[in-house]
Nanobody, 127 residues
Framework: QVQLVESGGGLVQAGGSLRLLCVASGRTFTSYLMGWFRQAPGKEREFVAVISRSGSQTLYADSVKGRFTISRDNGKNTVYLQMTSVNPEDTAVYYC????????????????????WGQGTQVTVSS
């Protein structure tokens, strides 16, 4: 399995920006569809974004569409989540996710699709 390590979380003011990184190791990075999920206190973990193996296709949750951008650098085994115009509802632990079980960006990823998870990074948005 691929190992995932996130970084870049922190405290940001509403309206601000933050970039999350996830570095993968252990297996061929381009074998994996990569995604981001988040979990707010007292809520279920939810899909945020997914990117295809080549990086040419992406899909976003409606709640972040137009504000967040997922990208990947296959030469650096890294996937990014650029967050802009954040609001307090974006406060959550953000998890990087990888799957070699599912290969399409035609629908949101489900937790059952995921073969590897990162440890999570906290994002807190102050109002």
């Amino acid at each position: 399995q691929v190992q995932l390590v996130e970084s870049g979380g922190g405290l940001v003011q509403a309206g601000g920006s933050l970039r999350l990184l996830c570095v993968a190791s252990g297996r061929t990075f381009t074998s994996y569809l990569m995604g981001w999920f988040r979990q707010a206190p007292g809520k279920e973990r939810e899909f945020v974004a997914v990117i295809s193996r080549s990086g040419s296709q992406t899909l976003y949750a409606d709640s972040v569409k137009g504000r967040f951008t997922i990208s990947r650098d296959n030469g650096k085994n890294t996937v990014y989540l650029q967050m802009t115009s954040v609001n307090p509802e974006d406060t959550a632990v953000y998890y990087c996710a990888a799957t070699d079980r599912y290969g399409y960006t035609s629908r949101p990823l489900r937790q059952s699709d995921i073969s590897s998870w990162g440890q999570g990074t906290q994002v807190t948005v102050s109002s």
